[in-house]
Nanobody, 115 residues
Framework: QVQLVQSGGGLVQPGGSLRLSCAASGRTFNTVAMAWFRQAPGKEREFVAG????????DYADSVKGRFTISRDTAKNTVYLQMNSLKPDVTAVYYCRFAGDTISWGQGTQVTVSS
């Protein structure tokens, strides 16, 4: 089993920045990748960004390219999502996902962009 604990998020004004963190514990020795997804009210959960654990290769949804950056700290088994130039349309609950021997999801954290 892998446990994920998310932190960060909250309320920010348009144009502001936030950083999300997701720390993995438990059976993390076969980590393949970690990723961030989000789910806005009334919409399906969608992919935001992902990172391959072995080499740090990154992938982004087109809607966040240039504004969001995913990174990892392999020593801490933690993945981050730096979100800059935030707009109201990114308001959603953000979830991290672990992929290895199993798939695990974080508890979700609310990100609200509003003036």
């Amino acid at each position: 089993q892998v446990q994920l604990v998310q932190s960060g998020g909250g309320l920010v004004q348009p144009g502001g920045s936030l950083r999300l963190s997701c720390a993995a514990s438990g059976r993390t020795f076969n980590t393949v990748a970690m990723a961030w997804f989000r789910q806005a009210p009334g919409k399906e959960r969608e992919f935001v960004a992902g990172i391959t654990w072995s080499n740090g290769s990154r992938d982004y949804a087109d809607s966040v390219k240039g504004r969001f950056t995913i990174s990892r700290d392999t020593a801490k088994n933690t993945v981050y999502l730096q979100m800059n130039s935030l707009k109201p349309d990114v308001t959603a609950v953000y979830y991290c996902r672990f992929a290895g021997d199993t798939i695990s999801w974080g508890q979700g954290t609310q990100v609200t962009v509003s003036s």
